[in-house]
Structures are given as C-alpha cells and as structure tokens.
Antibody, heavy 120, light 110 residues
C-alpha cells in the first residue's frame, strides 16, 4: 500500500522560507504514470493546488505561487520537497503531499497533512 | 486561473439524493474530461471519490456518481446516509499541467 508522509517545521517566521519533505513508501517514486504534488488548505478554508512534479524533476507551479516556489525530488530517498520563500500569515495552512494521475491530475494517495503556521 | 465555483452548502434527508455543482470555464471544466471529486472528513486528508468526470476508484460506493455538461460538473450522492455529512471538493485539469479546485461544499444530512 502506497504511503506518503509529510515532514518539516510546524512554525515558520514571517519573511522566512517554508520547507517541507514528502517521503513515499510502499511503492516507487519513479513512475511515468503519476506526478507528485503539494496541495494546501488554510484553516477553515478550501483546497489550493500548489504544484506538481515528475520524478525527473520537471515541475509545474501554481501561477500565484510561482515566484516564491521551488520543488525538488530525490529519487534515491523516495522523497520530494517544496520550498516557499518570503512567507506571510496567508501561507498558514495544512500542507498535503499527494500522488496525482499523469493524465487527469486526480489525487489518489494523500499524506495525512502537516500544519504549518507562519508567526513570529 | 480562478477557483471553480461550488455552492457553499447542500442538504438532503436520509435516503434522498443530492447534487452538488461545480462551475468552471472552457479552460478547465469545459475543456477537458478531467474533473475529480473529493470527500473530506474533519481533520482528515481528502479522499478521491470520482475521477475523469464519472469514474469511481475501487472501493467507492456506487451511490456516488459524476457527470458534466458544458462548463459545469456535478456530483450526485444517492441514498444519503449520515456518514455522508462532510465536505466535498471538485477539481479540474486546467491545461499546462495546472490543477484548479472548487471552494468546497458542506453537505448536511437532515
């Protein structure tokens, strides 16, 4: 059974960089059928797509976050990561990592999510 | 890209059917047959219940069904049960490897 697990600091100061890692287990991160992605959900609000990446490192970012976002992959560790710079309180959210279908972008496996709070 | 439009709330009595709409544009919902629906219980990760407009992943009851007409997709929940009282989100492929979500609908079972 494929499992995804987010890890990273739960508290980040304003203007600093938010860094999260997703570890994939129970299956290979090297697949031509799926992307690996990040989705976030501010407290009490809806879901927002952040970005997706292929195991080769090719990435696609949300236009609204593109200028602050970098995603990367380490296939040797079965991990993919995100870095979001210059964070503000608006970036406070539960961050989920997910596996997304290559053709349709549907997320069939999700991590449990990790709450990241931006506060001084 | 703008978020897809969903009604904030929907309701129905046990055993009844309820339909939740998801309206986009020709650049997302109307342009591709790649609409997905998710069910999210409080404090939990979303669960995929419909993909490619009307397909159900293994294990999802056939009480959940999806459809699309033009720029609007719909999720129908038949035979409402108390456990269906939760949040539902739609999403669509939006071109250039982008994905867009709806704002979510809270379903109440009366």
């Amino acid at each position: 059974q494929l499992q995804l697990q987010e890890s990273g600091p739960g508290l980040v100061k304003p203007s600093e960089t938010l860094s999260l890692t997703c570890t994939v287990s129970g299956g290979s991160i090297i697949t031509k059928s799926y992307y690996w992605g990040w989705i976030r959900q501010p407290p009490g609000k809806g879901l927002e797509w952040i970005g997706t990446m292929f195991y080769t490192g090719v990435s696609y970012y949300s236009p609204s976050l593109k200028s602050r976002l970098t995603m990367s992959v380490d296939t040797s560790k079965s991990q993919f990561s995100l870095k979001l710079t210059s964070v503000t309180a608006a970036d406070t959210a539960v961050y989920y990592c997910t596996r997304l279908g290559y053709n349709d972008g549907s997320g069939d496996y999700w991590g449990q999510g990790t709450l990241v709070t931006v506060s001084s | 890209q703008s978020a897809l439009t969903q009604p904030p709330s929907a309701s129905g009595s046990p055993g009844q059917s309820v339909t939740i709409s998801c309206t986009g544009t020709s650049s997302d919902v109307g342009g591709y047959n790649y609409v997905s629906w998710y069910q999210q219980h409080p404090g939990k990760a979303p669960k995929l219940i419909i993909y490619e407009v009307s397909k159900r992943p293994s294990g999802v009851p056939d009480r959940f069904s999806g459809s699309k007409s033009g720029n609007t997709a719909s999720l129908t929940v038949s035979g409402l049960q108390a456990e269906d009282e939760t949040d539902f989100y739609c999403s669509s492929y939006a071109g250039n490897n982008n994905v867009v979500f709806g704002g979510g609908t809270k379903l109440t079972v009366l």
